[in-house]
């Protein structure tokens, strides 16, 4: 019989969300900049697939991918209500979105990583809360030294945002994503710990 250990463990239930969470959390990587394809990790297998080709111009400028263990669902809606005067019916049933800054050139995704949350963005699409967690990699020898994404060039947020408001967009359509604010270091923590409870209440026996 194979040992369980013999198997690659899925990045999104297999591999824990830190121990130093939620200062330093793991981030499973799905995409990178040099990508003109959307991949993003198939829920069922853990595998890495592609979800659709980039119609469009828009490049995501950052590592992105997810933190293990975590899901958007009541908390973090709640958490999205309390702030927000928009109306947010629920979270978007993802684990929770990472965006991370980093100074070296990462050529591939499928990889996780240590990153340091140092804000965010409130992002509501379609009346569902779908937060996007910006962090650092930690060690990063530019990036790793900011603690809020307030320190960061603006440029580099606004480019963020950019990304997030038109990615989905058809030309000259309507905005589907509204990004309702941008938040600092301590609330990202608490949306994170907010996903965290969403995971144990969902897929904890």
Same mark, same amino acid.
């Given at each position: ?79 999205? *209500?309390?702030? !927000?005067?928009? +109306? ?7 684990? &929770?979105?990472?965006?991370? #800054? =980093? ?41 790793? *030294?900011?603690? !809020?994404?307030? +320190? ?7 480019? &963020?945002?950019?990304?997030? #408001? =038109? ?39």
């Amino acid at each position: 019989f194979m040992k369980k250990n013999q198997f690659t463990l899925h990045p999104w239930h297999g591999v824990e969300v830190g121990e130093k969470a939620p200062n330093i959390v793991n981030v499973f990587i799905e995409i990178v900049p040099s990508d003109i394809l959307k991949y993003e990790i198939d829920k069922p297998s853990g595998i890495v697939k592609i979800d659709r080709p980039q119609k469009y111009s828009n490049i995501v400028p950052c590592l992105y991918g997810f933190i293990p263990q975590t899901y958007c669902d009541k908390a973090v809606a709640e958490w999205a *209500k309390s702030k !927000s005067s928009l +109306e947010i019916v629920q979270g978007d049933h993802d684990p &929770l979105d990472v965006c991370v #800054l =980093t100074s070296y050139h990462i050529p591939r995704g499928n990889i996780l990583l240590k990153a340091k949350p140092i804000g965010g963005f409130r992002m509501i699409d379609h009346g569902e809360a779908d937060d996007k967690i910006i962090a650092v990699l930690v060690d990063d020898e530019i990036y790793g *030294k900011f603690n !809020s994404i307030f +320190e960061v060039e603006s440029s580099v947020i606004q480019r &963020l945002k950019h990304y997030f #408001l =038109t990615y989905k967009n058809l030309p000259d359509a309507p905005p589907l994503c509204i990004i309702d604010a941008e938040y600092d270091q301590e609330e990202a923590r608490q949306i994170i710990q907010a996903s965290r409870s969403d995971y144990a209440n969902n897929f904890n026996e």
